[in-house]
């Protein structure tokens, strides 16, 4: 059995890191006594691909089929598998998860995925994982014409709710 990494003892209470216990090993949060309330969050990942992938994916053209509409329902169905890919996620009652496209620059199209329920736990990675995948999908279907396609700046753009309260990119923390 692998044993866990030195991270010295630490009472829960001051423990920055809530996956990790006192003894320095990985754990599921016990969301049991948290407030359920309404939460929110919103990601993105871009892609950065050539001029005629681009024009491809404008204009449906690609060979595959519909680029972003598959892109689209392939982020909604990773949103809601979550908890099946990332090991110490919770498995949430997802209210909605949408996933929307916007052309950054000619070449560049940013994949933004927002998620909502209302729950004892957030959707920050449920919200990450719907943007990583519908950017996945996105260089799946056009790897036949763009190899060197790239996907960056996969990050969490803002949440709301829980005892942390709102997070916004570029604000900084308050309290």
């Not at 999908?137 to 753009?157: F, G, H, N």
């Amino acid at each position: 059995m692998a044993q866990a990494p030195d991270v010295g003892v630490l009472p829960e209470e001051m423990n920055p890191l809530s996956h990790i216990d006192s003894n320095g090993s990985a754990r599921m949060v016990d969301v049991g006594d948290k407030p359920t309330t309404r939460r929110t969050a919103t990601a993105r990942a871009v892609c950065q691909m050539n001029q005629q992938t681009a024009d491809a994916v404008r204009t449906n053209s690609n060979a595959k089929g519909d680029v972003l509409g598959v892109a689209r329902i392939a982020g909604i169905a990773a949103a809601k598998r979550t908890s099946e890919l990332i090991p110490l996620c919770h498995s949430l009652p997802l209210e909605l998860v949408s996933v929307d496209f916007q052309w950054l620059e000619a070449t560049r199209l940013e994949v933004t995925a927002t998620v909502h329920c209302t729950g004892k736990t957030g959707v920050e990675m449920e919200a990450m994982v719907a943007a990583s995948l519908a950017a996945l999908t996105i260089y799946d279907m056009c790897k036949a014409s763009d190899r060197e396609m790239q996907i960056e700046q996969v990050e969490l753009i803002r949440k709301s709710g829980g005892v942390r309260g709102d997070f916004e990119r570029g604000q900084s923390e308050k309290g």
